[in-house]
């Protein structure tokens, strides 16, 4: 579960919690029709009248307008996610709902992703989305009653739609529906919350705000930022894909500073400062989409560039038998298990290079959760660079583009 769901389920453990003389400010019934809101840059929803915004970025509607952030519980957690852009309630006595929207230019899941309907891909998206909220948020007794996700649309749109509850000891269970909908302008994310006792009118009346949600059409796709371009060693250059995340601040804002409010940057890097010789490690945040990228470079060269022009590929087995058990000795320390391993002969930029595979299976994984590890070692003129890729199995048709990209734009010197 990411941390758009944890802020929200926490939110919706508070709804009961509003002072009855607050519930009982919308009780009148409204004639007017719901009201058009644009919400994110090329989308809008229509919103029934009577509800309450938690800062004035809403437009005031009949019998409901802003409410102020002491009123009501929910709007404590408004402003929280550097995202979120807005925070609205509907606080009729019998018919509590809520709603968050929240934006993002770089879509989490891609549109792509959403559309592979392979079962692992669901089973691997529903594992990813549904994580301890407990452990995470720090929630005391929190109990996850349920979670799942699925793909369904939006607006014409693919979008990850998830149906989730938890209650604490002393409160009762609250049901949350989630949207994300990757579109044209970026990402989209519509959060509905409600008690479980009120499911099902709840869950009817989040139905009617997500079919008037219209996601306009751009008239031409903006273009795609341009690769950005580093040196990430003495004589070697290469491109990454704006957008993609780097573990050092100053890559981190050349690659555009990507906003970050499911911290998937401090969990991808806590382990890259372990790592000797390293002086970069990249990747994209997208989920299923995450590709790394971490070079190493010393002086100090494991093999020259002679002496690997003279290795012959019959001598890869045995080099493969000496090499593969050192270079997967952490991979098993962790409890990891190694699928498969193979050393290869290839090239960098001219350069002569040895090339490891591994394929490894997590140890609290399964076959759906393989992760492809390919390194590459290439003495040069100035020392001797480890570039180290990776990306999950299931991704591979996608994926590997990504590295042949990065691979393909290096100079070496």
């Given amino acids: 579960m990411n941390r758009r769901d944890l802020t929200a389920l926490a939110a919706s453990l508070l709804l009961l919690a509003a002072p009855s003389s607050v519930a009982a400010k919308a009780t009148k019934p409204h004639t007017s029709a719901p009201a058009r809101l644009n919400i994110a840059p090329g989308a809008s929803l229509a919103l029934p009248q009577g509800w309450f915004g938690c800062d004035n970025t809403v437009v005031p509607l009949e019998g409901g307008g802003r409410l102020p952030n002491a009123t009501h519980p929910f709007c404590r957690f408004a402003g929280v996610r550097p995202d979120d852009r807005m925070h609205l309630i ?205 070079v190493q470079h010393k002086m100090d060269q494991d093999i020259s560039p002679s002496d690997l022009q003279k290795v012959k590929p019959s001598q890869l087995p045995e080099i493969a038998a000496k090499q593969c058990p050192f270079a997967t000795q952490q991979i098993t320390a962790h409890g990891d298990s190694v699928e498969s391993c193979d050393i290869s002969l290839t090239q960098i930029d001219g350069h002569p290079a040895l090339q490891s595979t591994v394929v490894i299976v997590p140890k609290d994984g399964g076959e759906a959760e393989r992760d492809k590890s390919v390194t590459y070692f290439v003495p040069y003129d100035q020392g001797y660079l480890t570039l180290a890729t990776s990306f999950p199995v299931l991704c591979q048709a996608a994926c590997q583009p990504m590295i042949d990209a990065v691979i393909g734009s290096i100079t070496i010197q």
């Fill in 90 to 294: 509907h606080i009729e006595p019998s018919d509590f709902l809520s709603l968050i929207v929240a934006y993002d230019k770089l879509p989490f899941v891609r549109a792509d992703v959403l559309a592979d309907n392979r079962p692992e891909v669901l089973q691997e998206m529903n594992k990813l989305e549904c994580l301890d909220p407990a452990a995470e948020m720090g929630i005391p007794n929190l109990s996850i009653l349920s979670c799942n996700f699925m793909v369904g649309t939006a607006a014409g749109h693919p979008a990850l739609i998830g149906t989730f509850a938890g209650k604490t000891p002393n409160d009762p269970a609250h049901l949350v529906r989630d949207y994300q909908i990757p579109y044209e302008q970026g990402d989209l994310m519509l959060q509905f919350e409600m008690p479980a006792a009120n499911a099902t009118a709840g869950s009817a009346a989040a139905d009617a705000i997500v079919r008037s949600l219209v996601l306009a059409a751009l008239a031409e796709a903006p273009p795609a930022p341009p690769p950005v371009n580093l040196v990430p060693a003495p004589g070697v250059t290469l491109s990454l894909p704006a957008n993609w995340m780097a573990c050092d601040d100053n890559t981190n804002a050349l690659l555009g500073n990507v906003s970050d409010p499911d911290n998937v940057r401090k969990k991808s890097c806590a382990e890259a400062t372990d790592v000797p010789d390293a002086k970069l490690f990249a990747f994209n945040p997208q989920m299923l989409r995450n590709v790394t990228i971490q």
